[in-house]
Every structure is written in structure tokens, then in C-alpha cells.
């Protein structure tokens, strides 16, 4: 792949493919209701994620990269013109499609297209979120009686 990735990311190539790839793990529905992964704009949140497990992403990176050059090896532009069988056929032969997928899917789920498509509204469960009943404090009075169990230093 021709970009490199700067510290923060994946390069402008791998994000492409990545794009093509999340659309595989979960492509879109057949009647439109529901975006594929990379539709959603699920690369982004993956590459937020990997942020804080950078042999995660390096792993991904590369898996990105040999499947562009597959591609490019079976006579097409790269991975993300290939056909969606191939692609398929492709992605089933790599090690960190596993652990993408993981992350796919947290990211999808949370994405607000699909949470609205899934008829519930796309927002924090609080302030406005579930009803809770009020605190009875007074279960925590036998905690309160009990002398300390730690040491001051």
C-alpha cells in the first residue's frame, strides 16, 4: 500500500480496504434499512479503539495491506474491486478478521443509523434514559457501624 500510517491511524489505502472489509463482516441489508459496516463509518471507531492496543492494529494494518496486494495479485485494482465471492473467499484465509470482527460489531451496534433502525432512540441511556427507583441508604448502615479494616500510613 502506498500511504503509511501515521502514529495516530491507519493510512488513507488501509482505511479503504478496511471500509470494503467492514462491509463483508456486516454488509448492508437487502431493503437499505440497515448500512454495512463500513457504510456506518465503522473504520473510524475501530480506529479509535485500536488506539490503546497498537499490536492489535499493526496486525490489522498488515492483514489490510496483504489483502489490497491479493487483490491487486488477482488483476484488480485492489481487494475493495474485487468480487464480493472472492473478497469472501480471501478474508476467510486471514488471522485478524477474528478480532476485527469484535470490534466491528461494538462499533456497529453503537453507531446511530443502525441504532435507529433498529427502532430505538439514538442516545446515552441517561439523563433521559431508565427509570430507577431511589437509593434505600440505609443498607449501607452495618457497613458504616463496622470499625476500619485498613492501616493508615
Given at each position: ?110 453507531n446511530p443509523r443502525v441504532v435507529a433502525a433498529l427502532g430505538l432512540e439514538p442516545r446515552p441511556p441517561h439523563p ?26
Amino acid at each position: 500500500m502506498g500511504n503509511s500510517a501515521d502514529k495516530s491511524g491507519f493510512s488513507e489505502d488501509e482505511k479503504n480496504v478496511l471500509v470494503s472489509v467492514l462491509d463483508e463482516i456486516i454488509p448492508p441489508s437487502g431493503d437499505g434499512k440497515f448500512p454495512g459496516a463500513g457504510q456506518a463509518g465503522v473504520g473510524s471507531y475501530i480506529d479509535k479503539a485500536l488506539e490503546s492496543t497498537p499490536d492489535l492494529r499493526s496486525m490489522i494494518a498488515q492483514g489490510l495491506a496483504e489483502l489490497d496486494d491479493l487483490g491487486r495479485g488477482r488483476g484488480a485494482a485492489g481487494f475493495s474491486a474485487l468480487p464480493r465471492e472472492t473478497k469472501v473467499d480471501l478474508l476467510n484465509q486471514q488471522g485478524f478478521v477474528l478480532p476485527l470482527t469484535l470490534h466491528a460489531y461494538a462499533g456497529y451496534y453503537q453507531n446511530p443509523r443502525v441504532v435507529a433502525a433498529l427502532g430505538l432512540e439514538p442516545r446515552p441511556p441517561h439523563p433521559k434514559g431508565y427509570e430507577m427507583e431511589p437509593n434505600d441508604l440505609t443498607l449501607l448502615d452495618p457497613v458504616r457501624r463496622r470499625p476500619k479494616l485498613y492501616r493508615e500510613c
